[in-house]
């Protein structure tokens, strides 16, 4: 599917254009067009740099202790609340996040930054004793980390994209996302200000979205960089996985979603429709954890349906400068036509529209359809839009058919007020994550997060995260200089 | 404990001090042992328990077959589940120091483990007193607190016949008042680096004064009358059923809430059994049921009766019991063998090892030019 905006392909409309001449590139507000940000245009030559100075500095940094590491991750955690007021600026500017939005991306990359700081305790080895010697295992770093991270929640997915690798010893090259590049160049501020990252331990390379593809491709081939983590859409991160299987790189992948939200026949209604609407709508739903496919008992569609579609009646998109709206505008006016063709396409196949439906220029309010079935476009596709799509089944079973009829498997929701039959319900899912009672969005960097299927592999958050930036070496010391007799005829036991 | 302890006869204290020096010269060697020969050694006397079975149970009484049946089944899990563990024990290396310097924890085996064990469940209480301990390259002695049986000797051939060596399982017979004194002389004797217990209070505080006096690190358990806890929403069909499957001596406090306190009554009634026999606490709501629990002596088990998990889940973790189930008794089926109370699993890792520091004053960065 074509993502709204992944990072490799030029975003849709007027929300940017590539000031070569200058070295400079703009971003344009998503909501009045006006200049978000302006920011240096870098080509491949110029991130090759990055990765090379990443490199030189990986000696100083790794060679830190774990203590200093610690400080200087916790040190940028308590800096963040002094950069609220520009970071909200610069979200509203850049993607039109609204307040809320602003307050979620500053709670949740200070507790990255924590968790990180945390992690670097963790950071040693095993070792085990036995009649052949003394088996060390270390956690050591492995070098320079690429991350990619996207734009819908760029603080927080900026953030979680370096802190962990840099906690581990790592030096990292972050390529930022060219519909958010002043906020992701203020990661980069936020931690050079906490102190100690030695020059080029963390370079950001901003860029002309026409460059995106040469960039990353320079950056994934590059003999340094020996590790890649990436979030974004699933058409992205295959190319991703592509050029790093290519180059036989590890890498951590964070796709698309289309995440389940099964609602049972006992469930507390005004509960589920609450998380409904906050996993359906909250940052427009152009979130990857969003809850995309609503599954509702036809016992209960109705009465579920009239509660979610009042409270998304209350829900209307509008200029986050101006204040007083729940939504603000989508990345861009043509993410916004593909809202409203998909809205389309489903009522011409036989959705009904309980609440909005109607765009205006980059908005469109919380829309919630009911009976949505295989065969539209928002049955299939990830919608990444602020639509609530309520399918309705009559079995559990159909239930956990339709969660799991989707090639994505990244989170999932099941409410129902039996909690062991809700539990066995989300055993059943087949996706990373699943919340039982609670929102499908739900990121915690001291739990693992990531996703099955074409949602991806590998973990961000967690002690799990710990192995996607270390590498883990087997030393060991024989207990005795260790004769194999190898060749000898008489003594062969040794081998 | 009993009152009337006997001093046990010279050669009975003898025969306690030739385990210990057995276990003691046996331990090296069994440290040394290849972890997978340890591995293969617990899988083969978890074959000889199950083959030897129909004598097991020609030693029990015939009434306790069934019983007996489980003791054995579950002696065999634990065997296997210690199997498994051979291998894990891991220590830790710290991250390193501002000079580069590491710091590793090495785990090791503690040396020799005394295991004092109940007449009840002999085969599964015994094997677990020493399954773990064995596995992680210990040596165990067993001793009967409650007097040895003829379990004990068969769980001893059962042993010799699997050719571990000897001295890595001993069991010291007792005869019934032996206990405490061969207790005393056993957890004072200097090799017995780990003392664990299971069974009633008031042998549990001896042995723990004992240990303590020593200071021999002890692993107690102690066993006694599990709380059931009734809430308003609990299937009365079901918990009628487990109340009268529950052994009489394994019952304490049914803390039962107010509004199906009648109806639990009646549906234990109805099944013949006798609800004034019990010991019935009835309470207002979850918050009385959670104090009534706390108040009470400390219960090894707890089992709550509940349809809402979720309610039913916030009440186990704040009871206190080492034990607890929802839906269903807490003994004497218990779970997986690798949960089994601190004996097996992580805690029995813990439990039968020691951590010890290596720091190497050396700069040992890696990626240094």
Same mark, same amino acid.
């Given at each position: 599917m074509q993502h709204p905006d992944d990072g490799l392909c030029p975003p849709a409309g007027r929300t940017g254009s590539p000031d070569g001449e200058s070295g400079y590139y703009t971003r344009l507000n +998503? /909501?009045?067009?006006?200049? /978000?940000s302006r920011v240096p245009a870098h080509g491949v030559k110029a991130a090759v740099a990055a990765v090379n100075a990443a490199a030189r500095a990986f000696p100083g940094w790794s060679g830190q202790p774990a203590a200093a590491r610690r400080a200087v991750l916790d040190r940028a955690a308590g800096l963040i609340d002094g950069y609220a007021p520009e970071i909200a600026r610069l979200m509203r500017a850049e993607i039109g996040a609204t307040d809320d939005w602003v307050r979620f991306n500053l709670d949740i990359a200070r507790r990255h930054l924590e968790t990180a700081a945390d992690l670097t305790e963790h950071i040693g080895g095993g070792v085990r004793r036995d009649a052949e010697g003394l088996q060390m295992c270390f956690r050591d770093p492995v070098g320079v980390c690429l991350a990619i991270a996207p734009w819908n929640a760029p603080f927080v997915l900026g953030m979680r994209a370096v802190a962990t690798a840099l906690a581990c010893g790592n030096t990292v090259v972050l390529k930022a996302s060219e519909n958010c590049p002043a906020m992701h160049m203020l990661i980069g501020r936020v931690l050079a200000e906490a102190g100690f990252l030695p020059e080029g331990a963390l370079g950001i390379v901003t860029h002309a979205p026409d460059l995106s593809e040469e960039i990353v491709t320079a950056l994934i081939a590059h003999d340094a960089v020996r590790r890649v983590n990436f979030t974004g859409s699933t058409r992205v991160g295959r190319i991703v996985a592509e050029l790093a299987g290519r180059h036989l790189k590890r890498c951590l992948l964070e796709l698309g979603g289309k995440a389940p939200f099964i609602v049972l026949e006992d469930a507390d209604l005004d509960a589920a429709a609450d998380a409904a609407a906050f996993g359906s709508f909250f940052?427009? @739903?152009?979130?990857?954890?969003?809850?995309d496919r609503i599954i509702v008992m036809e016992q209960v569609a109705d009465a579920f349906a009239q509660r979610l579609a009042a409270l998304a009646r209350n829900l209307r998109a509008g200029d +986050?400068?101006?204040? @007083?709206?729940a939504l603000g505008p989508m990345v861009s006016e043509g993410v916004a036509q593909r809202i409203e063709d998909m809205v389309a396409d489903a009522v011409a196949k036989g959705a009904m529209v309980l609440a909005g439906g109607a765009r205006r220029g980059p908005y469109v309010d919380a829309v919630v359809l009911d009976r949505v079935e295989p065969g539209m476009m928002i049955y299939a596709e990830e919608c990444f839009g602020p639509v609530a799509a309520i399918c309705r089944v009559q079995s559990e079973a159909e239930a956990i058919g339709i969660a799991n009829d989707t090639r994505y498997g990244l989170s999932g929701a099941v409410f129902g007020r039996d909690i062991a039959h809700a539990l066995g319900v989300a055993r059943r899912i087949d996706s990373g994550m699943c919340h039982v009672n609670a929102p499908t969005l739900n990121d915690r960097p001291d739990m693992p997060v990531g996703g099955v299927k074409d949602s991806g592999f590998g973990r961000f958050g @967690?002690?799990?995260?710990l192995d996607e930036f270390t590498e883990t070496r087997w030393i060991d010391i024989a207990r005795a200089p260790r004769r194999t007799g190898f060749g000898r005829p008489d003594s062969g036991a040794g081998i | 404990m009993s009152s009337a302890a006997q001093v046990p006869d010279p050669a009975q204290m003898q025969r306690a001090r030739t385990a210990i020096a057995q276990a003691r010269a046996a331990f090296p060697l069994w440290a040394a042992t290849d972890p997978r020969a340890r591995r293969k050694g617990l899988l083969a006397l978890a074959d000889a328990l199950r083959a030897d079975a129909p004598r097991f149970q020609t030693l029990a009484? $015939?009434?306790?077959g069934a019983e007996t049946a489980a003791d054995l089944r579950r002696a065999v899990e634990i065997l296997e589940a210690a199997a498994g563990a051979c291998t894990l024990p891991e220590g830790s290396i710290a991250p390193m120091d501002a000079a580069g310097r590491i710091q590793m924890q090495l785990v090791q085996p503690r040396g020799v483990c005394l295991g004092i064990v109940p007449a009840v469940a002999p085969i599964s209480h015994t094997v677990r007193a020493f399954a773990f301990a064995i596995a992680l390259g210990n040596t165990v002695v067993i001793l009967p607190f409650e007097g040895s049986r003829d379990v004990h000797g068969l769980i001893g051939q059962c042993v010799e016949r699997t050719g571990?060596? $000897?001295?890595v399982v001993g069991v010291v017979p007792a005869a019934p008042g032996e206990g405490t004194q061969l207790a005393a002389a056993l957890i004072a004797a200097t090799p017995v680096r780990h003392v664990s217990f299971a069974g009633p209070q008031p042998a549990a505080r001896l042995v723990g004064r004992l240990a303590g006096e020593n200071l021999k690190p002890m692993l107690l358990e102690l066993q006694g009358r599990s709380v059931l806890i009734v809430l308003d929403d609990a299937d009365l069909e079901a918990t009628a059923d487990a109340v009268l499957a529950a052994p009489d001596a394994a019952l304490g406090p049914v803390i039962v809430q107010a509004a199906v306190a009648e109806a639990l009554a009646a549906n234990i009634a109805a099944r013949g059994g006798d609800a004034g026999a019990l010991w019935l606490l009835k309470v207002p709501g979850d918050g009385a049921a959670l104090a009534a629990a706390l108040d009470g002596a400390p219960a090894p088990g707890c089992a709550i009766f509940s349809r809402d998990l979720g309610r039913a889940l916030w009440l186990a973790e704040g009871v206190g019991a080492a034990n607890c189930t929802i839906n269903r008794l807490p003994l004497p089926d218990g779970g997986p063998a690798a949960s089994d109370g601190r004996f097996c699993g992580a805690s029995g890792l813990a439990e039968f090892t020691e951590r010890r520091r290596i720091g190497i004053d050396a700069p040992l960065w890696p990626h240094q030019p």
């Open positions: +998503p /909501a009045d067009g006006t200049v /978000a940052n427009q @739903g152009q979130i990857c954890m969003a809850t +986050p400068m101006l204040g @007083g709206y @967690g002690v799990q995260m | 009484a $015939p009434e306790a571990l060596p $000897p001295g």
